[in-house]
T-cell receptor, first 119, second 114 residues
């Protein structure tokens, strides 16, 4: 599987501020995704990060609140804008489309997550 | 919104016993993937089963898939304390023409008592 790193691993932020989370993969991948996991909950897909074009957002998530960049096949960023306490969650980067895996392009791998607390 | 439900939501068993978790989903899928999460950390991929497969094994893990009932089960045999974690199923409705991620169930929190 690919090695996926996220920065920062955790942060405590004040309401009204913004935080940019970075996701770096050690190999080129076809697709990158961003998920949110609210406290005690399961994961919810925020958006698909598309290289060279605007991200594709799921219902309930908008670009102004969660702008996403993907400048190349190994890197993406998610910004959480104008934060409120309700944004306190773990944010996870995920990838699919790794060459050389037994399950071809279908298996999705996850980064270690960024734990965000908004005061 | 969540694709489906995991059952049970919480499970506590003795070390050495087998643990079975179930997952139901609502729509047609291409594959179903099981993940483990320890204490709010990142997800570890356990196993992927395709819609045309009925059973798959990986070490102490056995996964079944019944597409007619839209359900899957994860069996962990000879459980160990290190298996204590939350387990999630996630369905993939990848169409090849869109940009679909995974839809997760609510998860089962498994506790292995030493």
């Amino acid at each position: 599987s690919a090695v996926i790193s996220q920065k920062p691993s955790r942060d405590i932020c004040q309401r009204g501020t913004s935080l940019t989370i970075q996701c770096q993969v050690d190999s080129q991948v076809t697709m990158m995704f961003w998920y949110r996991q609210q406290p005690g909950q399961s994961l919810t897909l925020i958006a698909t990060a598309n290289q060279g074009s605007e991200a594709t957002y799921e219902s309930g998530f908008v670009i102004d609140k969660f702008p996403i960049s993907r400048p190349n096949l190994t890197f993406s960023t998610l910004t959480v804008s104008n934060m409120s306490p309700e944004d306190s969650s773990i944010y996870l980067c995920s990838v699919r489309g790794l060459a050389g895996t037994a399950d071809g392009t279908d298996t999705q791998y996850f980064g270690p997550g960024t734990r965000l607390t908004v005061l | 919104s969540q694709q489906g439900e995991e059952d049970p939501q919480a499970l506590s068993i003795q070390e050495g016993e087998n643990a079975t978790m179930n997952c139901s989903y609502k729509t047609s899928i291409n594959n179903l993937q099981w993940y483990r999460q320890n204490s709010g950390r990142g997800l570890v991929h356990l196993i992927l089963i395709r819609s045309n497969e009925r059973e798959k094994h990986s070490g102490r893990l056995r996964v079944t898939l019944d597409t007619s009932k839209k359900s899957s089960s994860l069996l962990i045999t000879a459980s160990r304390a290190a298996d204590t974690a939350s387990y999630f199923c996630a369905t993939d409705a990848w169409s090849g023409g869109g940009a679909d991620g995974l839809t997760f169930g609510k998860g089962t929190h498994l506790i292995i008592q030493p």
